[in-house]
């Protein structure tokens, strides 16, 4: 195949093979920001045991006070369950959209494809409160700004590339004979979709889903700029309490928070590899 037939992700994905992943260099500097990521964790996480009532590393004494505190914070959970709610109104959205875009311009040859390609990949390149000040300028012109579906509206569309590319990457790998197979026996196109084609994107639907998901459920910049009091997820408010006081109280429900986030990226790892997916 020429470079000039190459699809726009095509091409991002065979750059990203020939990177020297391998290199001693490229290993020390995963190592340091593996470190970095992880020392403010560890520390919210142990600073969430204080018995006291002011946060303090280390500790000045060790209690679960905190933890069983949680479930009495009405107003945190509420916005937990929003968080859930956007990242599932995020996921459910996805899932057809990057389906279908993914496989329909893979499989048809499409007019302008590429360009289409690059426009779908947007966010990636787009700063996050650039996205957010978009949004709060649109949903406030169409009257709809703070409302619990348009978040999980903006989610969709900043997260989309993620179930792009990892549907992608099982389209890639899909034999065109099994399809041709089919076909040749009788089935109809939708009839080869659903039963040849779809188990084989199964997969990749699941994993982008979970990392969409998963997203969803942390995301802040967008959220900040686009959510109200009404419609506030955790982790901006989360932040909203840190501005004024940062209490045990905060690291416990942050650490739990994380633990939800890290079982999130397990349950991707355990459904599709994340290896893979990142080779992909």
């Given at each position: 195949m020429s470079g000039r037939s190459l699809s726009t992700m095509d091409r991002i994905h065979r750059a990203s093979r020939v990177l020297p992943t391998k290199h001693p260099f490229l290993w020390f500097i995963t190592a340091v920001n593996l470190v970095i990521l992880l020392i403010p964790t560890a520390v919210i996480f142990v600073a969430s045991f204080e018995g006291g009532s002011t946060v303090s590393f280390p500790p000045d004494s060790l209690s679960l006070y905190w933890y069983s505190q949680i479930p009495y914070q009405t107003e945190f959970i509420d916005a937990f369950v929003r968080s859930i709610q956007v990242a599932t109104i995020s996921t459910l959205v996805g899932i057809p959209v990057g389906t279908l875009a993914s496989y329909g311009m893979i499989k048809y040859d499409i007019r302008w494809r590429n360009p289409l390609q690059i426009y779908l990949l947007l966010p990636f390149m787009i700063p996050l409160v650039v996205s957010g000040i978009i949004f709060t300028t649109i949903f406030g012109q169409l009257q709809?700004?703070?409302?619990?579906?348009?978040?999980g509206l903006a989610l969709t569309i900043i997260n989309l590339p993620f179930m792009l590319w990892s549907v992608n990457s099982r389209v890639n790998a899909i034999d065109k004979e099994t399809e041709n197979a089919a076909k040749n026996l009788g089935a109809e196109e939708l009839q080869t979709f659903v039963y040849v084609t779809f188990p084989k994107l199964l997969p990749g639907i699941i994993t982008g889903a979970l990392i969409m998901f998963t997203l969803g459920l942390n995301e802040f910049v967008v959220s900040l700029l686009i959510t109200t009091r009404d419609t506030?997820?955790?982790?901006?408010?989360?932040?909203?309490?840190?501005?004024?006081?940062?209490?045990?109280?905060?690291?416990?429900?942050?650490?739990?928070?994380?633990?939800?986030?890290?079982?999130?990226?397990?349950?991707?790892?355990?459904?599709?590899?994340?290896?893979?997916?990142?080779?992909?």
């Amino acid at each position: 195949m020429s470079g000039r037939s190459l699809s726009t992700m095509d091409r991002i994905h065979r750059a990203s093979r020939v990177l020297p992943t391998k290199h001693p260099f490229l290993w020390f500097i995963t190592a340091v920001n593996l470190v970095i990521l992880l020392i403010p964790t560890a520390v919210i996480f142990v600073a969430s045991f204080e018995g006291g009532s002011t946060v303090s590393f280390p500790p000045d004494s060790l209690s679960l006070y905190w933890y069983s505190q949680i479930p009495y914070q009405t107003e945190f959970i509420d916005a937990f369950v929003r968080s859930i709610q956007v990242a599932t109104i995020s996921t459910l959205v996805g899932i057809p959209v990057g389906t279908l875009a993914s496989y329909g311009m893979i499989k048809y040859d499409i007019r302008w494809r590429n360009p289409l390609q690059i426009y779908l990949l947007l966010p990636f390149m787009i700063p996050l409160v650039v996205s957010g000040i978009i949004f709060t300028t649109i949903f406030g012109q169409l009257q709809i700004y703070g409302e619990t579906w348009t978040i999980g509206l903006a989610l969709t569309i900043i997260n989309l590339p993620f179930m792009l590319w990892s549907v992608n990457s099982r389209v890639n790998a899909i034999d065109k004979e099994t399809e041709n197979a089919a076909k040749n026996l009788g089935a109809e196109e939708l009839q080869t979709f659903v039963y040849v084609t779809f188990p084989k994107l199964l997969p990749g639907i699941i994993t982008g889903a979970l990392i969409m998901f998963t997203l969803g459920l942390n995301e802040f910049v967008v959220s900040l700029l686009i959510t109200t009091r009404d419609t506030v997820t955790l982790p901006v408010m989360l932040y909203t309490a840190i501005r004024s006081d940062i209490s045990p109280l905060i690291a416990a429900i942050a650490s739990i928070y994380i633990l939800i986030a890290i079982v999130a990226v397990l349950a991707v790892d355990k459904v599709a590899s994340l290896e893979d997916f990142l080779k992909s």
